[in-house]
């Protein structure tokens, strides 16, 4: 800030020119504190006061079906529970033409308590927590059966991995299994289906896997198996013969040859 200078022992008023006020008036608006960025200027009667704006970093939203482990009871005797994210199952295009927004949309119906608190499973190891889907033979999520949540036997939903009969699908969202670490035994959660929401329109894909092996130099066919994929998730190797899951949709095919050893 840069001000006039006043002379000692000299009267104020013959120093007091309009030019040297108005200097004082200019300097003193340039150093006015102003509302800026980061910086938020409070004026009232009473005075005027400067706070600093706190940066707000955003914070990141967990992903659909996300599940989480709580673990109660003693160090010698624990009990499991499991809870997961909010998410939602996303149906087929149930009429031909139809456009994105007439697809049905459905909440899982056990997912939260009646505080809105994501609901707590027990689980041990060796079981799975699915998310159980219900559909008309159009691909339409049934409306009596609304999906839900269960935990069974690994690999045993109600209707198998991916469904015994056409119209009950059971998405793998999470399993407990027995774990060693630093030669303790304990057990961890494998995540499955974790981070999008279920969307009954995703690739179903089945892969055929011919196997070949080399002895002396002879090249000579061992056996076929199927790689298979329903709703864009891979559920498993099935060997040729063996009864794959059912698909609702298009259903995609692709061969590929795999050498297993030379001998």
């Known amino acids: 800030m840069k001000l006039p200078k006043f002379e000692s022992f000299q009267p104020v008023e013959t120093q007091l020119a309009a030019s040297r006020m108005n200097q004082i008036c200019t300097e003193i608006a340039a150093n006015e504190v102003k509302q800026g960025f980061g910086i938020r200027v409070t004026r009232n009667p009473g005075g005027t006061t400067v706070a600093l704006k706190s940066r707000r970093d955003p914070v990141p939203q967990p992903p659909p079906f996300f599940p989480y482990l709580q673990i109660n009871g003693t160090a010698a005797s624990p009990t499991y529970q499991v809870s997961v994210e909010r998410g939602t199952v996303i149906g087929l295009v149930t009429s031909p033409g139809a456009s994105p927004e007439n697809r049905d949309y459905w909440e899982i119906s ?11 499973f027990d689980i041990t190891v060796g079981q799975a927590l699915y998310c159980v889907v219900s559909m008309t033979a159009t691909g339409a999520i049934a409306s009596a059966a609304p999906p839900f949540l269960g935990v069974y036997a690994e690999g045993a939903p109600p209707s198998g991995t991916y469904g015994s009969q056409d119209t009950v699908y059971s998405f793998k969202l999470c399993t407990l299994e027995s774990a060693t670490v630093g030669g303790f035994e304990t057990v961890q959660l494998m995540r499955y289906w974790a981070g999008n929401n279920i969307d009954l329109c995703g690739r179903n894909l089945d892969l055929k896997v011919q196997i070949l092996t080399i002895c002396v130099g ?7 198996h199927y790689l298979v994929y329903r709703f864009g998730d891979y559920i498993g190797n099935f060997a040729d013969g063996a009864t794959r899951p059912p698909h609702i949709g298009t259903l995609d095919t692709d061969n590929v040859t795999y050498i297993s050893g030379i001998t």
């Open 110 to 120: 056990n997912m939260i308590d009646a505080d809105g608190i994501p609901a707590l």
């Open 218 to 224: 002879v090249l000579s066919h061992s056996s076929y």
